[in-house]
């Protein structure tokens, strides 16, 4: 980890943190190691103590319960934050299509309370302080003309929009015609068998460690049957499969068991599955794990949904895996078909058993186990588990 943030700081690029759940003497050691932000802010008092750390704090318009808890405490500042700026952290492109991104955050934010001149300062000027871009953030000579015009300032309704000084639609802009040849190959993978999903043991029974819970994971423990030398899956459970597909590492598929997820009947495959990115695979039957897996790897990266052996849905995301060359509307609209076929394989529970807990139960870096391209890590106890199978006591 050292080395990773040495590499880094020598690159001189800012560094973007984790830093949930961390405050007093451990957020201090946190921002002198060099990293210099945090958008996992939790409360309105964890984001006055980020700030008065020096903190720079990305405030997020994915977690929305947490917004007018922040909005009431940056009310109590006697100046307005420098370093607070905004992001989106997570929107699909259904949610983008509809609501918006960054302006669905302003308007968002407008609406709990925050005045509309403090909520466009943190997403343009201190946006562009945060990134070291002095070209941008103003509306002044030797700046960049990107500017938007607004109809209405608390609504944050468009009227015009200019790049680089030029009047622009809806087109994309600065838009390649074809993506670097490694982005478009980034799944170095083989079609893989049902039979790779396995989990080996011996005996007639074995337990098994689970990742418990969608959001905030929990180790949990279970019996299991031991059927033609490998693990049979138990009630309540679905298999957990993270292969690494960058080719810098063994690609066999490293299982493990995911409980409290509800029933499924099928399988889902993701390339997008923070952050590491490696192909992940959610589901029961051993086929439709196969079928789901395979067809991302086919699309060289994207998303699949399968039943019964076959794919009913599928989203290809060929740019590293993450993002697609079709328009925004094209995508949306697979990304509603596949989220409708996830509704076939498994009722979802909300708020953390939603279809979006998927991309992110491989983030590691949060406390609890997470499944990785390693085995089941446990960052804060230090423990890594090649095999979800426990030792005999």
């Known amino acids: ?88 952290d ?66 944050v309704e468009v009227a015009d929009v200019l790049f680089d000084g030029v009047e622009v639609d809806a087109r994309p802009v600065r838009c390649p015609a074809r993506p670097p040849f490694a982005l478009s190959d980034s799944v170095h993978l083989a079609p893989v068998a049902p039979e790779a999903f396995r989990v080996p043991a011996t005996g007639p029974s ?51 068991f995911l409980r409290g997820w509800g029933t499924w009947q099928g399988a889902f495959a993701t390339t997008v599955s923070h952050d590491s990115h490696n192909l992940t695979v959610f589901g029961g039957a051993e086929e439709d794990l196969a079928a789901a897996a395979n067809a991302v790897i086919a699309m060289r990266g994207g998303m699949a949904v399968a039943r019964d052996g076959a794919v009913s849905a599928r989203l290809p995301l060929p740019n590293g895996g993450l993002a697609s060359e079709a328009p925004l509307a094209e995508v949306a609209r697979s990304l509603i078909a596949l989220r409708t076929a996830m509704e076939e394989v498994v009722t979802w529970e909300p708020p953390y058993l939603v279809f979006k807990a998927l991309v992110g139960a491989t983030l590691a870096c949060n406390p609890g186990p997470h499944q990785t391209d390693l085995g089941i890590a446990e960052p804060l106890e230090r423990i890594l588990m090649p095999s979800p199978v426990l030792p005999v006591r």
């Open 90 to 155: 997570d929107v699909f492109a259904d949610d983008l299509l509809e609501r918006g991104g960054l302006d669905d955050v302003i308007r968002r934010l407008i609406g709990y309370g925050l005045p509309p001149m403090q909520a466009l300062q943190a997403a343009t000027l201190n946006g562009a302080r945060r990134l070291g871009r002095a070209d941008l953030g103003l509306v002044a000579p030797g700046r960049r003309g990107d500017l938007v015009l607004l109809r209405d300032l608390e609504r």
């Open 1 to 88: 980890m050292r080395a990773i943030l040495q590499a880094a700081l020598d690159s001189g690029k800012p560094l973007n943190g984790h830093a949930r759940s961390i405050g007093g003497a451990d957020l201090q050691a946190y921002l002198a190691s060099g990293i210099s932000s945090d958008h996992e802010i939790t409360s309105g008092a964890d984001l006055l103590e980020k700030l008065r750390a020096g903190a720079w704090v990305e405030l997020r318009g994915s977690h929305d319960h947490l917004l007018p808890a922040a909005v009431e405490a940056l009310a109590t500042l006697p100046i307005w934050p420098q370093t607070l700026t905004l992001c989106s």
């Open 206 to 256: 074995v337990r098994i460690a689970t990742i418990d819970q969608p959001r905030f994971t929990a180790w949990g423990e279970v019996e299991a049957e031991v059927a033609g030398g490998h693990v049979v899956l138990p009630e309540d459970c679905i298999h957990f499969a993270v292969l690494h597909r960058h080719g810098q590492a063994d690609p066999a598929p490293r299982m493990g």
